[in-house]
């Protein structure tokens, strides 16, 4: 289906149409917005990236420029960017293997912990600090395995 609008007696497509048989204007085509809904009208231009993840169009522009646009990175560690976070195989076994070891171990301990505070095993005060704090030192390392393997695809 073809729209064409009368312009001083000349025919000219003003719409571009969709995959799925909606229709935008020509002005919405590469405007970094998906205005289709299924991404078609950002498909094949040449001035946009879109993040792996999330599926945002972020400029070409902005694409290894040092500032995260896409919440998975995909902007700034890819092939065409020619950086990784974490380079060599060693390194992406060790970031695997202590993330991995990290994440568990320190699950571990807190079901350990929150089970022995829910069931009152803590009588005194100073043994129920103690297994606060050590809750919260288990929560940051829980959160650095999680970094780890999250930098571990990069």
Do not use: P
């Amino acid at each position: 289906v073809t729209f064409l609008v009368n312009l001083g007696g000349r025919y000219q497509n003003h719409y571009f149409s969709c995959a799925n048989k909606k229709c935008v204007e020509y002005q919405d085509v590469c405007n970094l917005v998906d205005d289709c809904g299924d991404g078609s009208d950002e498909a094949g231009c040449d001035n946009n990236f879109k993040c792996e993840s999330s599926g945002k169009y972020v400029a070409l522009s902005q694409m290894c420029d040092g500032r995260t646009d896409c919440s998975d990175l995909s902007d700034e560690c890819n092939d065409q960017c020619g950086k990784q976070i974490i380079d060599g195989v060693w390194l992406k076994i060790a970031s695997w293997s202590i993330g991995s070891l990290a994440i568990l171990f320190n699950l571990l301990i807190l079901i350990k912990n929150i089970q022995e505070v829910i069931s009152r095993k803590t009588d005194s005060c100073m043994l129920l600090l103690d297994r606060l704090l050590i809750t919260l030192i288990s929560i940051g390392d829980l959160s650095v395995g999680i970094y780890l393997l999250a930098i571990f695809c990069c």
